[in-house]
């Protein structure tokens, strides 16, 4: 069983800046790609980036590159999503997400995760 809680979401204006943080707890968490996944209102859930298991390496959907980055902490087992320049369509449910396989580099299918956290809510305004 694996835990992973979100947190950090909240109202900004656009062009604001916002960390949300994901604590893990129950497994290996170092031996595991981490991702970012949101569910704008109305629409499908949609990734939004991936860590590498060992952290070295990161990728994001285009919509949001060059603009959120992701980082972990496997001494602290935590993993962060640094949201730049918001934008109104950033908001969404964000929630993270732990790759069922290890050593990999995470994936923008979200059949691939088996853990995900309760999701924290981004809103950002006009």
């Known amino acids: 069983q694996v835990q992973l809680v979100e947190s950090g979401g909240g109202l900004v204006q656009a062009g604001g800046s916002l960390r949300l943080s994901c604590a893990a707890s129950?497994?290996?968490?170092?031996?595991?790609?981490m991702a970012w996944f949101r569910q704008p209102p109305g629409k499908e859930r949609e990734f939004v980036g991936a860590?590498?298991?060992?952290?070295?390496?990161?990728f994001y959907a285009s919509s949001v590159k060059g603009r959120f980055t992701i980082s972990r902490d496997n001494d602290k087992n935590t993993v962060a999503l640094q949201m730049n320049s918001l934008k109104p369509e950033d908001t969404a449910v964000y929630y993270c997400?732990?790759?069922?396989?290890?050593?990999?580099?995470?994936?923008?299918?979200?059949?691939?995760?088996?853990?995900w956290g309760q999701g924290t809510q981004v809103t950002v305004s006009s």
């Open positions: 860590i590498k298991w060992n952290g070295d390496t990161t």
């Open positions: 997400a732990s790759q069922r396989r290890e050593y990999s580099y995470g994936s923008s299918f979200d059949e691939e995760y088996d853990y």
């Open positions: 129950g497994r290996t968490f170092g031996n595991h790609a």
